[in-house]
T-cell receptor
Framework: ETGVTQTPRHLVMGMTNKKSLKCEQHLGHNAMYWYKQSAKKPLELMFV???????ENNSVPSRFSPECPNSSHLFLHLHTLQPEDSALYLC?????????????????FGPGTRLTVL | AQTVTQSQPEMSVQEAETVTLSCTYD???????LFWYKQPPSRQMILVIR??????QNATENRFSVNFQKAAKSFSLKISDSQLGDTAMYFC??????????FGTGTRLQVFP
C-alpha cells in the first residue's frame, strides 16, 4: 500500500466500549497528526507526533489516548466516548514538522475513520 | 487568535467555466505557509496548491491559481476550465510558526455539466 492508510474506515461503538483507530504511513515521514472533522466546523488538530514524540496536545479530553510506537504507525485509543465525539477522524503525516518550513511540511492525509458513538 | 475564514459555504459552477473561492486569515506572524486542500466525496484530502508568504508571486498549478494579498490577508483560489472531477470540499489552511495547520470551515464546490 502507498500513502497514508487508516483502519477501520467505519466504526460504531457504545459509550462504554474501548476501541482503537490505526494509522499507517508508507512515505518515510517523521511527523504524524490526528485531526477531528465535524460537520460545519474547521478541522481540529488533536495531536502531533514528531519522531515518535508527542509535541502537541490540543486540549483533547483524556478519553482520547494517542500512541506512536514508531514513526510509521499512529494509534488513537478510545474509551468512554460521548455521542458528540462522533466525527470523521483523519490521520496525516509529513516529512518534517509543520513549522519547519519548505516543501517538507506538506501534510498527506489518510481517508479517515467515520466514528459513530451511540 | 489565528483563524481562517471561508465565507462561502457552497459554490457551484458550470463545466469549463472559472470559479473563485475566497479565503481570509488572521495572524500576527510574518512568515507562514498557505494551502488549499481538496476533499472529494471519497474523503481523501489532497493538497491542491501552496504558497509561501514571503513569495510575492502567486502560485499556479495547472488550472489552479491563487490570488495572494498579504496585506489584506487574503488567499483566494481560482479554478479555470472547471471539470466534473473538481466537485469537492475545498479547505483553505495555513501554518504559522507552529506545528499547527489551521483550517477554515470549507467551501463545497459543485461542478455541473
Amino acid at each position: 500500500e502507498t500513502g497514508v492508510t487508516q483502519t477501520p474506515r467505519h466504526l460504531v461503538m457504545g459509550m462504554t466500549n474501548k476501541k482503537s483507530l490505526k494509522c499507517e504511513q508508507h512515505l518515510g515521514h517523521n511527523a504524524m497528526y490526528w485531526y477531528k472533522q465535524s460537520a460545519k466546523k474547521p478541522l481540529e488538530l488533536m495531536f502531533v507526533y514528531n519522531f515518535k514524540e508527542q509535541t502537541e496536545n490540543n486540549s483533547v479530553p483524556s478519553r482520547f489516548s494517542p500512541e506512536c510506537p514508531n514513526s510509521s504507525h499512529l494509534f488513537l485509543h478510545l474509551h468512554t466516548l460521548q455521542p458528540e465525539d462522533s466525527a470523521l477522524y483523519l490521520c496525516a503525516s509529513s516529512q518534517a514538522p509543520a513549522a519547519s518550513g519548505g516543501t517538507n511540511n506538506e501534510q498527506f492525509f489518510g481517508p479517515g475513520t467515520r466514528l459513530t458513538v451511540l | 487568535a489565528q483563524t481562517v475564514t471561508q465565507s462561502q459555504p457552497e459554490m457551484s459552477v458550470q463545466e469549463a467555466e472559472t470559479v473563485t473561492l475566497s479565503c481570509t486569515y488572521d495572524t500576527s506572524e510574518n512568515n507562514y505557509y498557505l494551502f488549499w486542500y481538496k476533499q472529494p466525496p471519497s474523503r481523501q484530502m489532497i493538497l491542491v496548491i501552496r504558497q509561501e508568504a514571503y513569495k510575492q508571486q502567486n502560485a499556479t498549478e495547472n488550472r489552479f491559481s491563487v490570488n495572494f494579498q498579504k496585506a489584506a490577508k487574503s488567499f483566494s483560489l481560482k479554478i479555470s476550465d472547471s471539470q466534473l472531477g473538481d466537485t469537492a470540499m475545498y479547505f483553505c489552511a495555513f501554518i504559522p510558526n507552529t506545528d499547527k495547520l489551521i483550517f477554515g470551515t470549507g467551501t463545497r464546490l459543485q461542478v455541473f455539466p
